[in-house]
C-alpha cells in the first residue's frame, strides 16, 4: 500500500535521473566526431517501470524477461542538422532537454516530499 | 571501466577540454617560433577526442568523452626568404610555425564554452542530488 503510494513519484525519479546521464553525456560529447546523441522516452519508460505495457512476465528461472527490465532503452535523436563530422549533438537542443528534466526532477521529488508529509501528518493526527 | 555516474561524465568531458585549452596554449605561445629547417619547425597540435562507452552500460546510452590522442596539423610550415636572419639556412630562408592565430582563437572559445557547459551540467545534477537528500524533512 504504502509502495503503491509511492511509487509513480519514486520511478519518475529514477527515469529522470536515468535520463539526466544521458543528456550529461551527449553534451560532454559534443566536440567529439562521430557521437550520436540519444535520449530516452519518458513516457515510454515510465509505462515500464510501472508494469502497465511492454514487460514480459517470468515465471520461471529458464525465462528470459523482455529488454524493458534491463531499465529505459535510449534512442538516437533525430537531428536538425548534423555537422559534417558526424556528430549530431545540437547543444542548444541538450541544453533545453537537459534543462526541463532537472526541473521536472525537482517537481517529481516536491511530489513525493508532499506525500510523505501528508502519511507523517495523517500518522500525528494533529 | 566501472559504471560511470554524471560526475565521472561530466568530470572526464572537463579533462578532455582541458587536454584541448593545453594544445590552444601551446599553440598560441609558438605561434612565432622561427627554425632552420621544415623538419624542426613547430606544427599546430590538435588532440582527438573520442567516445568512451562503459561495459557494464553498453547501449544505455551513458557514455563520457577522452582525448584519446594528439595529432599534428599537416599544413606546411611557412618558408619565408630572409638572408640576414641569424637562423636562416644557406639559402637564405628560414621556417615559420603553421599554426594559425584565428583558427585556435576560435578552437579555444569553443573549449572553454564547453568546458562551462559540463560545468553547468555538474552544479545542476549535485543540486539535485543534495535536494533529494533532504526529502522528507
Excluded at chain 2, 46 to 67: C, H, I, K, M, N
Aim: proline letters at 4%.
Amino acid at each position: 500500500m504504502l509502495d503503491q503510494h509511492l511509487a509513480p513519484h519514486a520511478n519518475a525519479l529514477s527515469i529522470r535521473n536515468k535520463r539526466m546521464e544521458i543528456l550529461g553525456a551527449n553534451i560532454a560529447n559534443a566536440a567529439t566526431p562521430n557521437y550520436k546523441a540519444r535520449d530516452i522516452d519518458f513516457s515510454q519508460a515510465f509505462q515500464q517501470a510501472m508494469g502497465t505495457s511492454g514487460n514480459m512476465l517470468t515465471t520461471n528461472a529458464k525465462h528470459i524477461g523482455s529488454l524493458g527490465a534491463q531499465g529505459p532503452e535510449s534512442r538516437y535523436r533525430l537531428p536538425l542538422s548534423a555537422s559534417l563530422d558526424g556528430n549530431t549533438v545540437e547543444l542548444h537542443v541538450e541544453q533545453l532537454q537537459f534543462a526541463e528534466n532537472a526541473t521536472r526532477y525537482e517537481a517529481s521529488l516536491q511530489f513525493l516530499s508532499d506525500r510523505l508529509r501528508g502519511m507523517r501528518t495523517a500518522l500525528r493526527g494533529e | 571501466m566501472k559504471a560511470l555516474t554524471i560526475f565521472d561524465i561530466s568530470a572526464r568531458a572537463m579533462s578532455a577540454q582541458q587536454v584541448r585549452i593545453n594544445a590552444v596554449a601551446s599553440n598560441l605561445a609558438n605561434a612565432q617560433t622561427i627554425t632552420s629547417s621544415a623538419e624542426t619547425a613547430y606544427r599546430a597540435m590538435r588532440p582527438v577526442f573520442e567516445t568512451e562507452f562503459p561495459l557494464r552500460q553498453a547501449g544505455s546510452g551513458v557514455a563520457s568523452v577522452s582525448a584519446v590522442d594528439i595529432e599534428q596539423s599537416k599544413v606546411a610550415p611557412e618558408k619565408r626568404y630572409s638572408p640576414g636572419h641569424p637562423l636562416a639556412d644557406p639559402d637564405g630562408y628560414i621556417y615559420a610555425s603553421n599554426v594559425d592565430v584565428n583558427e585556435e582563437l576560435v578552437d579555444m572559445m569553443e573549449a572553454s564554452r564547453q568546458y562551462q557547459n559540463n560545468i553547468e551540467v555538474l552544479a545542476t545534477a549535485k543540486s539535485l542530488i543534495l535536494k533529494t537528500l533532504s526529502v522528507g524533512k
